[in-house]
């Protein structure tokens, strides 16, 4: 099972960024799936995350009304939409998947990393001044 970022790269303020994850191995359409990121020098934090219908969505305070999660099942992907990019946004990115099935779907219990059993290569997000 394989969760693989990517789109990242270096933008400037107020720009956008779609960042997607593609899970290979199985599929994650029964599961929930989010984002998080790892600032330089900081711990790494929750972005965002989507109940397994796709239906309920969470955000972290600082990306809320910004970023947008969303998913295709059919391709087996999950997509972050960054917009109003701020320095403060530049981080490795990573998404990651519940490995339950169908669970009831809470979005602040689904803040913490330990829910996650999954785990993508991070991609770079760099935005500039």
């Known amino acids: 099972v394989q969760l693989q970022a990517f789109g990242g790269g270096q933008v400037q303020v107020g720009d956008s960024l779609r960042l997607a994850c593609a899970a290979s191995?199985?599929?994650?359409?029964?599961?929930?799936m989010g984002w998080f990121r790892r600032p330089p020098g900081k711990n790494r934090e929750f972005v965002a995350a989507?109940?397994?219908?796709?239906?309920?969505?969470y955000y972290g305070d600082s990306v809320k009304g910004r970023f947008t999660i969303s998913r295709d099942d059919v391709k087996n992907m999950v997509f972050l939409q960054m917009d109003s990019l701020k320095p403060e946004d530049t981080a490795v990115y990573y998404c990651?998947?519940?490995?339950?099935?169908?669970?009831?779907?809470?979005?602040?219990?689904?803040?913490?990393?330990?829910?996650?059993?999954?785990w993508g290569k991070g991609t770079q997000v760099t935005v500039s001044s």
């Open positions: 989507i109940s397994w219908s796709g239906g309920s969505t």
């Open positions: 990651a998947a519940d490995e339950r099935r169908r669970t009831t779907y809470t979005g602040p219990y689904y803040t913490s990393s330990s829910l996650y059993h999954y």
């Open positions: 191995g199985r599929t994650f359409s029964e599961n929930v």
